[in-house]
C-alpha cells in the first residue's frame, strides 16, 4: 500500500493528485505546518532523512521529492501518462518535468525567503536595510529571471493545452504547483494562459477528489 506522507499546503498535494488520476489505492498521513517557522515538523525525519514532503512509502519502497515520486509512480502504476519514446512530446514532458524545480521554483522561493526578511527584521533601522537589501537583490536578479520564466510558460501554454503534447502527462502534475501558487497570489490576469490552464486543472475531477482528501491548500 501507498503512503503519502502529506503536509499541508505543501507540494505533496500534486502527489494525491497523481494518484487519484491513476485510480491507485493509498493512504494519507497527515503533518501540519509548524504556525511559526511555516517548517515541516521533525516528526518526518523518521520517514526521510531531510524531513521534507513530499515522500512517499510504497510498501518497503522510500521515494522522496516531487520529481522522482512522479516518475515512480509513472513507470509503476501508469505508463499511460507519459509519451511515446523519441517523440517530441516525451522530450517536453522531461523538459517540464526539469524545469519544475530546477528553473521556475528556485527564484519563486528566493521572493518568499527577501519577503521574510523584509517583514521579519527588527530595529527599525536594520529593517529599512534589509527591505533595501531584499528589493535590489530582487529587482536585479530575481524578478528578471521569473519574469521570463512566466513569459516563456504563457507563450506555451497559448499554443498546447497541456505540457507535453495533447494529453494529460506527468510534466502537469510537476509544473501545477508553482503555476497554482502564481495564480493564487494574484498574477494571474497579467497571464491569462497560465490563468486557464490552472482553472482547467481545478475542474479535473481527479484534482477534486485530491482536494476533498488533502485538507489545507491555500492554492486552490
Request: charged share 25%.
Amino acid at each position: 500500500m501507498i503512503v503519502v506522507h502529506h503536509l499541508n499546503n505543501s507540494r505533496s498535494q500534486r502527489i494525491l493528485w497523481l494518484l487519484e488520476e491513476l485510480g491507485v489505492d493509498y493512504e494519507i498521513k497527515p503533518y501540519k505546518r509548524d504556525a511559526t517557522t511555516n517548517l515541516a515538523p521533525k516528526t518526518l525525519k523518521l520517514i526521510h532523512p531531510l524531513g521534507k514532503s513530499p515522500v512517499i512509502t510504497d510498501n518497503d519502497i522510500t521515494v522522496a521529492e516531487s520529481g522522482a515520486i512522479i516518475e515512480y509512480l509513472i513507470e509503476t502504476y501508469g505508463q499511460h501518462l507519459k509519451p511515446g519514446e523519441h517523440s517530441q512530446a516525451r522530450r517536453e514532458y522531461t523538459y517540464w518535468l526539469h524545469f519544475a524545480e530546477g528553473s521556475l521554483m528556485p527564484p519563486m522561493v528566493a521572493k518568499l525567503v527577501f519577503d521574510k526578511v523584509k517583514t521579519k527584521a527588527k530595529p527599525f533601522f536594520v529593517k529599512m536595510l534589509a527591505e533595501k537589501i531584499a528589493d535590489k537583490v530582487m529587482e536585479g536578479y530575481y524578478a528578471p529571471i521569473t519574469a521570463a520564466n512566466m513569459s516563456f510558460i504563457e507563450t506555451h501554454l497559448q499554443n498546447n493545452k497541456w505540457f507535453a503534447g495533447d494529453e494529460l502527462s506527468g510534466a502537469d502534475f510537476q509544473m501545477s504547483f508553482p503555476l497554482e501558487a502564481v495564480v493564487a497570489r494574484g498574477a494571474g490576469a497579467q497571464l491569462p494562459a497560465i490563468s486557464e490552464y490552472v482553472q482547467r486543472i481545478h475542474q479535473l475531477d481527479s484534482y477534486k477528489r485530491a482536494l476533498a482528501k488533502g485538507g489545507d491548500y491555500d492554492y486552490a
